[in-house]
C-alpha cells in the first residue's frame, strides 16, 4: 500500500467512524421519540431526514473509499460505480436542500401568530411529506448522469477526452458541452440553496437579535432561560451555515477547477479532496445537532423525553 492509498484510507476512514455513529444516534433518538410519543414535530421530522440521507452520504460512499482503499472490498466495477455515485451524489443534494428547508421552516417558524408567515407555517407542516417526495424527484433526477457515464477503472482505456477521473471510477461524458453542463448543473444545485439558507438563517439571528434587545430591556439585563435558549438556537443556526459555506465552498470550488483543466492535470487527488470536504458536512453535522438538540441529548444522558413545555419561538428554534 502507498502512502497515498494509506492517506486517503484515513480520511474516509475518519469520515467513516466519526458520520455513522453520529448520524445513527440521531436516527436512534428520533425513532425512539416517534415509538415512546406516536407523532414527530416538523422540525425534528426534517432532522430526522437529514440524518438519514446524512448516513447514506457517509456509508455509502465514504465507508466504501475506505474498504477499497485498505483493499478489504471493492465493489467499483460498472455497475457498482453508477450506484455509488447516483446514490451519493442524490443524497448529498439531498442534504443541502433538507438543510435549507430545516433553516426556512424555523424562519417561519418565529413569525407572530395570526401572521401570513405563521398560516405558511402551518402549510409548510401539513404538506411536508410533499416536499420531501418532491425534493427526492428533483435531486435523483439531476444525478441521472451518473447513470448514463459513470464506469469502472478497469475501463480506463475507454475514459475518453471528457472524462473525470474519480479515482475508483470514471464518469465518461460524450462531449465538452454535456460536461460542462453537467458540472453547472452539480453547481447551481448547491448555490442556490446556499444563498436562500443564508437569507433564512439572517432573518433568524437578526430576530434573536431584537428579541434579545427587548428582553434585556424588560428584565434589566438578567437574560434568564429565555436568552439562554436564544444563545443556543443562534449557535446552532450559525453553526450549521457556517458548516455549509465552508465545507461546500471548497467542495464546489474544487469542481469548478476540475471543469476547467485538462483531463490530464485533473487528479484523482482533487476528486478525494471534494468527496472529503462534501462528506465532511454529513459526518460533522449530527455532532452539531446532538449538542444543540436538547431532544436528542436528552434521550441519550436518560433514555427519556424530558418534559418541557415550548411557549417561545426562541425555544421552538433550540430544539434543531
Same mark, same amino acid.
Given at each position: ?5 494509506? !492517506?486517503?484510507?484515513?480520511? #474516509?476512514? @475518519?469520515?467513516?467512524? /466519526? ?17 415512546? $410519543? ?40 460498472? !455497475?457498482?460505480? *453508477?450506484?455509488? %455515485? @447516483? ?5 448529498? =443534494?439531498?442534504? %443541502?436542500?433538507?438543510?435549507? %428547508?430545516?433553516?426556512? #421552516? ?8 395570526? =401572521? ?5 407555517? &402551518? ?20 444525478? !441521472?448522469?451518473?447513470?448514463?457515464? +459513470? ?12 472524462? %473525470?477521473?474519480? $479515482? ?66 443562534? *449557535?446552532? /443556526?450559525?453553526?450549521?451555515? !457556517?458548516?455549509?459555506?465552508?465545507? #461546500? ?17 485533473? =487528479? ?7 468527496? @472529503?470536504?462534501?462528506?465532511? #458536512? ?5 455532532? /452539531? ?5 436538547? *431532544?436528542? =441529548? ?8 424530558? $418534559? ?7 425555544? &421552538?428554534? +433550540? &430544539?434543531?
Amino acid at each position: 500500500m502507498t502512502s497515498e492509498e494509506l !492517506t486517503r484510507g484515513l480520511l #474516509y476512514l @475518519f469520515l467513516t467512524v /466519526v458520520g455513522v455513529p453520529g448520524n445513527g444516534t440521531v436516527i436512534w433518538a428520533f425513532l425512539h421519540m416517534v415509538f415512546c $410519543e406516536g407523532r414527530l414535530l416538523p422540525a425534528d421530522a426534517i432532522v430526522l431526514h437529514l440524518a438519514s440521507v446524512n448516513l447514506l452520504v457517509v456509508g455509502v460512499r465514504c465507508l466504501l473509499e475506505m474498504l477499497a482503499s485498505f483493499q478489504l472490498a471493492n465493489v467499483f466495477d460498472d !455497475t457498482g460505480c *453508477k450506484a455509488v %455515485i @447516483f446514490v451519493y451524489r442524490t443524497s448529498r =443534494s439531498m442534504s %443541502i436542500w433538507l438543510t435549507f %428547508i430545516l433553516s426556512a #421552516y424555523q424562519c417561519v417558524s418565529i413569525a407572530p401568530p395570526g =401572521s401570513r408567515w405563521a398560516a405558511a407555517r &402551518t402549510l409548510a407542516a401539513r404538506y411536508l411529506g410533499g416536499v420531501f417526495l418532491g425534493l427526492w424527484v428533483m435531486n435523483c433526477s439531476m444525478s !441521472t448522469a451518473a447513470v448514463a457515464f +459513470s464506469l469502472g477503472t478497469r475501463n480506463s482505456s475507454a475514459l475518453g477526452q471528457h472524462g %473525470i477521473n474519480v $479515482e475508483f471510477c470514471f464518469v465518461r461524458f460524450p462531449s465538452l458541452l454535456s460536461r460542462d453542463a453537467n458540472g453547472a448543473v452539480q453547481v447551481a444545485r448547491d448555490v442556490v440553496p446556499m444563498a436562500l439558507m443564508t437569507g433564512a438563517s439572517l432573518v433568524i439571528l437578526l430576530f434573536l437579535y431584537r428579541h434579545s434587545q427587548q428582553v434585556r430591556s424588560l428584565r434589566s439585563g438578567a437574560p434568564g432561560r429565555q436568552g439562554s435558549a436564544e444563545r443556543r438556537a443562534a *449557535k446552532a /443556526v450559525v453553526t450549521l451555515v !457556517t458548516l455549509y459555506v465552508v465545507f #461546500y465552498g471548497v467542495d464546489n470550488g474544487l469542481w469548478v477547477y476540475t471543469l476547467t483543466v485538462p483531463r490530464t492535470l485533473a =487528479s484523482s487527488l482533487l476528486s478525494d479532496l471534494r468527496i @472529503f470536504f462534501s462528506s465532511l #458536512y454529513a459526518a460533522v453535522s449530527p455532532i /452539531v445537532i446532538i449538542t444543540t438538540n436538547r *431532544k436528542v =441529548s436528552g434521550r441519550l444522558r436518560c433514555g427519556r423525553v424530558e $418534559e418541557k413545555p415550548l411557549h417561545s419561538a426562541a425555544t &421552538t428554534l +433550540s &430544539t434543531m
